[in-house]
Each structure stands twice: as structure tokens, then as C-alpha cells.
Antibody
Framework: EVQLVESGGGLVQPGGSLRLSCAAS????????INWVRQAPGKGLEWVSA????????YYADSVKGRFTISRDNSKNTLYLQMNSLRAEDTAIYYC??????????WGQGTLVTVSS | IVMTQSPATLSVSPGERATLSCRAS??????LAWYQQKPGQAPRLLFY???TRATGIPVRFSGSGSGTEFTLTISSLQSEDFAVYYC?????????FGQGTKLEIK
């Protein structure tokens, strides 16, 4: 069974940093691209970032480019999102989601990030 | 690519049929997925490739369309189907979602 478990969320002040993690199990982690997708309170889904299976290619939404860095450690079956220069508008639940084809096949339960003073 | 869903809210009685629409601002071929999200839960993949059901999705759900126009149909609504539904295109980066359609009980 595919499992994705996010952690690292919390309350951070504007301008601060946070690192999210996503621990994966139940599939061959290094084979698939993994994504971060976020959802602001009461709002829709917004794709944030993706990394290829070997970590060689990364993609970012314009809203986070230059502030967020996605990475993965295939030896630990873990995905990361380093978030710097956080803004109030980054407040959201952050989900990791694996793409086994071209779609978000499996999702974690999410971790809440709140940016507030 | 901008994905536009309609209507924003759809009120339907249990047992009736629901039809949800999704339009892309340019062709996405058939690289279109539908997701269901219930309150407090993560989204769940319903369809990919516009019309292929994901594992475990009941046959009362059907997906259709290609290019820029797509439809999700639920033939006879069950209580567990009331949720928010999102479409998403995977034809071009950045992969984008529609704003969602909330399916509520009438």
C-alpha cells in the first residue's frame, strides 16, 4: 500500500523559513516524480513544485520560484521542501503527491503551514 | 493553461444525475484528471486520461471529453458522493487545477 506522510509544518513568522518532509513507502520511490501541492484555507488546489525520480529535474510554480527548493533523498525514501522568505499567502495545507503516470495518483494527508506574526 | 470549472456549486438530490464541466484555455489533448475531495481529507484521483477510472472508483462515475471540453458525470448520486471535485491538466507545466465544483445535497 502506498503511504505518504508529511511533517514539518507549523507556525512561522513572515520572512521565516521552514522545511517540510514527506516519508514514502509501499512503492519504488526512486522511480517516480513527486510533487508538492498546497491548499489555502477554504480555497482550491495549487501545484507548487515537482522533482523527477532521480532528482535531476525540478519544477516550480511562479509563486514560489526563488523562495522554495524541492529535493529528495532516494536512500531514505523522503521528499523535502525548503521554504524561505515565507509570506502570509503561503499559509496552506501542503500535500505531497506521487505521479505514477502523468497524474497525482496518491496523496499524503498534508501538513499545515501558517505564516503569521 | 487556465482550467475553468462550472458550475461553482451544484445542488442535486440523492439518486439523481450530476454533470460537472471543465474547460481548458487551450487544448490539453486527453491529459485531464478528476479528483474528489471530502472535508478534512486529501484529494483522491477519480479519473485520468479524461475517461479512465482510477482503482476502486464506482462505475456510476464516468468521464469524457478531449481537447478543451471535459465532463464528469455521476449517474445516481449516493450520499458519499457529495464533495468538491477538481479537474487538472497534465499536458503542460505548470500542471494546473480548476477552481473546483462543490456538489451539495439538494
Amino acid at each position: 500500500e502506498v503511504q505518504l506522510v508529511e511533517s514539518g509544518g507549523g507556525l512561522v513568522q513572515p520572512g521565516g523559513s521552514l522545511r517540510l518532509s514527506c516519508a514514502a513507502s509501499g512503492f519504488t520511490f526512486s522511480t517516480y516524480a513527486i510533487n508538492w501541492v498546497r491548499q489555502a484555507p477554504g480555497k482550491g488546489l495549487e501545484w507548487v513544485s515537482a522533482v523527477s525520480g532521480n532528482g535531476g529535474r525540478t519544477y516550480y510554480a511562479d509563486s514560489v520560484k526563488g523562495r522554495f527548493t524541492i529535493s529528495r533523498d532516494n536512500s531514505k525514501n523522503t521528499l523535502y521542501l525548503q521554504m524561505n522568505s515565507l509570506r502570509a499567502e503561503d499559509t496552506a495545507i501542503y500535500y505531497c503527491a506521487v505521479m505514477m503516470n502523468y497524474y497525482f495518483d496518491h496523496w499524503g494527508q498534508g501538513t499545515l503551514v501558517t505564516v503569521s506574526s | 493553461i487556465v482550467m475553468t470549472q462550472s458550475p461553482a456549486t451544484l445542488s442535486v438530490s440523492p439518486g439523481e444525475r450530476a454533470t460537472l464541466s471543465c474547460r481548458a484555455s487551450q487544448s490539453v489533448s486527453n491529459y485531464l484528471a478528476w479528483y474528489q475531495q471530502k472535508p478534512g481529507q486529501a484529494p483522491r484521483l477519480l479519473f485520468y486520461g479524461a475517461s479512465t477510472r482510477a482503482t476502486g472508483i464506482p462505475v456510476r462515475f464516468s468521464g469524457s471529453g478531449s481537447g478543451t471540453e471535459f465532463t464528469l458525470t455521476i449517474s445516481s448520486l449516493q450520499s458519499e458522493d457529495f464533495a468538491v471535485y477538481y479537474c487538472q491538466q497534465s499536458n503542460n507545466w505548470p500542471y494546473t487545477f480548476g477552481q473546483g465544483t462543490k456538489l451539495e445535497i439538494k
